[in-house]
Every structure is written in structure tokens, then in C-alpha cells.
């Protein structure tokens, strides 16, 4: 029998391989590197588990499900503050829709207060009466209670800080004096107290304006101030001291246009508007007062949160026709 035999071969090394050993070499590496394949794959499965747990868990996500909160005031006809009310004598409508209210409460807490002061120079015949009525406010806060005294003319000041110490606040409504430009950036000064103070603040929160109303906004729009403070949950209350300038005009108004203004923006933001001779205020304060250390909070799910410039639409009523609900009218 015939017989072939294969010359041994020898590779770079010098050592003898016969020509069968690299396709069982091949057999015998191939599922190894199969195998380092699938196990670096799971790897980097895992690793980007990792990084999408990672992601998931650190980026915000808008649940339809928050709940939102709504302060409000009551008061009769009279506009005497009602207290003592329960949760089942509320109703809280949503664009129309009754909502379940799932928070209800009615104690007493203490308020935050910003006192805005107007001292541009069409105030000059009432700046006396405006830093009296301011300090009279300071006296009535109660231990807990804080206030941030601020002046506004075509710029913002801050006297003080938010805090409680009387004196402090009384020798900062002090340093107020009258500005030469005649004009007010009132829209500006809202907005920086919210920024500063109130965005971030829980609790019971009220800008107290006083002003000849006067009042314009450089860059910033009634409408923005507007829902600056309703996202703060911050009560407005202008408080205008008549003056010759605002009591008529030529055009035959019974009062100037800005003024109106900022009674539609009290009325939005669930405060109340004030039109006084600056000498008798001390009612007024009194019944601010009573709002802020009375308000009811409630709070519900709403039905679809903010989208776009698409904002809920808020009532809330009383099981008494007699009583008058006030509160922020969006979302």
C-alpha cells in the first residue's frame, strides 16, 4: 500500500508544526473569541443600563398627578374677613371641571410681606404720608411674621432684608427720599422681590404697593407681572393715595389708566385694591393684616398641568352667596 508523507514545516519560531495544527488551533480559538465577544457586549449593555438609570433618575419629570396649592381669603359684603370655614364648603372648579380638593388647611401662620414704596417725584406731596403708613404696617407684624422694605422709582432698592426686627425695618423705611425722575418702574421691582424672595418662599406671601399709581414697566408687561406673582403664590395689594395728579386728567377719566391696571392685578392674584386719602390707611393695613393671618390653603390634582402659554383656568367658591371667595385665577 502506497503510503504519502508530509514534510514537516517549520514556522517563524524554528519549531515543527505539521499543516493539520492551525485549523485545530483555529477550532479551538474561534469560540474563545466568541465567547470575549458576547461577554464585552453584555458589558457594554450594562454600562449603558447603568448610564440610562443614571439619566432617568437625575432628569426632571413633569407628572400629571403634582398637586397644586391655592391660598385664599374670604370675606362678606362688607369685606370682613370669615374664618371658621371647612373644607366641604369649598368647590374648586378647574376650566370648568369641579376637582376633588385633596388639602385643606385653615391655621394661622405667619405672613411675608415686601412694602414697596413709589418715590418718584410725582409722590413728592404724599412721600411723608407713604413712609407713615409704612411704618404703621411694621408696627402691627407679629413675632414670626417678615417683611423686606423696598423703594421704586425708575430703579429698585432694597433697604432691608426679609426679617422681623422692627427697628431695622422702621430705620430703612426712614432713608427713602424722593427721586427726580418722574416716573416708576413698578413691574421691575414685583419682579426682583420674587426673584430675590418670594420664588423659592413657602407660606403666606403678599406684596403691599403704595404709589400714586403712576406705575408703568420698562420691558415687563402688566400681564407677566402678573403671572409672576400668581406662580409665587404672592397676594397683591396696591394702596393709592390720591393726589392731584391721579385723582382726574384731561382726557375727563375719573382716574388714569394705570391705576385701573393694578386693580385688575390685585384682583388676579387674589388681593385687594386700595384708593385711600393717604391719611386714613390704618383701616386698610388692618384688614391686609387679617387676610395674610387668616388665609385658607387648599390644594387639588390638577387635570392637565402647563403646557406652552396654555394655563388652568381657577374658581373656587363658597356654599354662601353671601360670602366673596378671593383667590389667584390661573394655574
Not at 457586549?41 to 396649592?69: C, M, R, S
Not at 418718584?120 to 423686606?148: C, H
Amino acid at each position: 500500500m502506497k503510503q504519502t508523507f508530509k514534510a514537516p514545516i517549520r514556522n517563524y519560531s524554528g519549531s515543527r508544526k505539521s499543516h493539520s495544527e492551525p485549523e485545530f488551533q483555529s477550532r479551538r480559538i474561534k469560540p474563545r473569541i466568541r465567547a470575549l465577544v458576547l461577554f464585552l457586549l453584555w458589558i457594554f449593555y450594562l454600562h449603558g443600563f447603568a448610564i440610562a438609570q443614571d439619566e432617568e433618575d437625575n432628569t426632571p419629570i413633569k407628572v400629571d398627578t403634582l398637586l397644586f396649592t391655592i391660598p385664599l381669603t374670604v370675606s362678606d359684603r362688607k369685606g370682613n374677613y370669615i374664618a371658621g370655614l371647612k373644607k366641604e364648603n369649598f368647590t374648586i372648579y378647574e376650566d370648568g371641571l369641579e376637582q376633588g380638593i385633596e388639602l385643606f388647611l385653615n391655621e394661622e401662620e405667619p405672613m411675608n410681606v415686601a412694602i414697596l414704596l413709589d418715590t418718584s417725584y410725582s409722590t413728592k406731596e404724599v412721600l411723608d404720608n407713604i413712609q407713615k403708613a409704612a411704618r404703621d404696617f411694621v408696627k402691627i407684624l407679629r413675632a414670626g411674621d417678615k417683611a423686606v422694605i423696598v423703594s421704586f422709582d425708575d430703579r429698585t432698592l432694597f433697604l432691608s432684608g426679609l426679617e422681623s426686627d422692627r427697628k431695622t425695618l422702621t430705620n430703612a423705611i426712614e432713608k427713602v427720599r424722593v427721586s427726580n425722575v418722574d416716573g416708576s418702574d413698578m413691574y421691575e421691582a414685583i419682579k426682583r422681590v420674587s426673584q430675590n424672595y418670594f420664588a423659592a418662599l413657602k407660606g403666606r406671601k403678599a406684596i403691599i404697593a403704595l404709589t400714586d399709581g403712576v406705575v408703568a414697566g420698562r420691558g415687563i408687561s402688566a400681564q407677566q407681572t402678573i403671572d409672576t406673582m400668581q406662580n409665587s403664590d404672592t397676594f397683591f395689594y396696591p394702596i393709592i393715595f390720591k393726589t392731584d395728579s391721579n385723582s382726574a386728567n384731561k382726557t375727563g377719566r375719573k382716574r388714569p389708566v394705570t391705576v385701573e391696571i393694578l386693580e385688575i392685578m390685585a384682583a388676579e392674584t387674589g388681593g385687594r385694591f386700595y384708593e385711600k386719602d393717604s391719611t386714613k390707611l390704618k383701616e386698610a393695613f388692618q384688614a391686609i393684616a387679617e387676610d395674610l393671618k387668616n388665609q385658607y390653603l387648599l390644594g387639588f390634582y390638577p387635570r392637565r398641568t402647563e403646557t406652552g402659554n396654555s394655563r388652568s383656568r381657577i374658581r373656587v367658591t363658597v356654599n354662601r352667596t353671601d360670602f366673596i371667595v378671593r383667590t389667584k385665577k390661573r394655574l
